[in-house]
């Protein structure tokens, strides 16, 4: 199994800046993803971190406000950038072993509230 | 219409009550994930299943492919598995991604 950390777990921003999300895996991991989760809702795939090249990006979600950075198998970050209120959420970081089972692993979240 | 719903939204049960939470799917999958939020947004995988059953101290989950549904079982609940628990189901080979249930929210009174 793989045991995710991410930093910072939870923040307060003012509107009009910036919040870098770092991604811990204590393993080599095969895909990093990073999700939200607003309030009341399920969670939804922001983005696929590719190790050494740009992110893949849902529907929605677009590089400018959601930068990403994957420079090895185990790290990862993201930026929420330009903050308004409407970005409180929760943001996941997830990993996903590679294998038949293709068992997924969760970060413990980081909780933004933007002011 | 939602690919995942779970049923019910919220649940209230006594310490020591069996516990049932249901998800219907309406995709083909490759396996079914059934996950545990805790308050502070952190996430926990309790099972992977793709068929049948699988059991873990006092939980269950099952599976039913043919009838795309699945259960997760609490037996003797207790206080602490008082959490937010989601259905997510993993379609589209070992490329793809997961949808998410909305989630049901369990109150285990002491």
């Known amino acids: 199994s793989a045991v995710i950390s991410q930093k910072p777990s939870r923040d307060i921003c003012q509107r009009g800046t910036s919040l870098t999300i770092q991604c811990q895996v204590d393993?080599?991991?095969?895909?990093m993803f990073w999700y939200r989760q607003q309030p009341g809702q399920s969670l939804t795939l922001i983005a696929t971190a590719n190790q050494g090249s740009e992110a893949t990006y849902e529907s929605g979600f677009v590089i400018d406000k959601f930068p990403i950075s994957r420079p090895n198998l185990t790290f990862s970050t993201l930026t929420v950038s330009n903050l308004s209120p409407e970005d409180s959420s929760i943001y996941l970081c997830?990993?996903?072993?590679?294998?038949?089972?293709?068992?997924?692993?969760f970060g413990p979240g980081t909780r933004l509230t933007v002011l | 219409k939602n690919e995942v719903e779970q049923s019910p939204q919220n649940l209230t049960a006594q310490e020591g009550e069996f516990i049932t939470i249901n998800c219907s799917y309406s995709v083909g999958i490759s396996a079914l994930h059934w996950l545990q939020q805790h308050p502070g947004g952190g996430i926990v995988s309790l099972f992977m299943?793709?068929?049948g059953k699988k059991k873990h101290g006092r939980l269950i989950a099952t599976i039913n492919i043919q009838e795309k549904h699945s259960s997760l079982h609490i037996t003797a609940s207790h206080p602490r598995d008082s959490a937010v628990y989601i259905c997510a189901v993993h379609y589209g080979g070992s490329q793809g991604n997961l949808i998410f249930g909305k989630g049901t929210k369990l109150s285990v009174k002491p």
């Open positions: 393993s080599q991991v095969t895909m």
């Open positions: 997830s990993a996903r072993s590679g294998g038949a089972y293709n068992e997924q692993f």
């Open positions: 299943l793709s068929s």
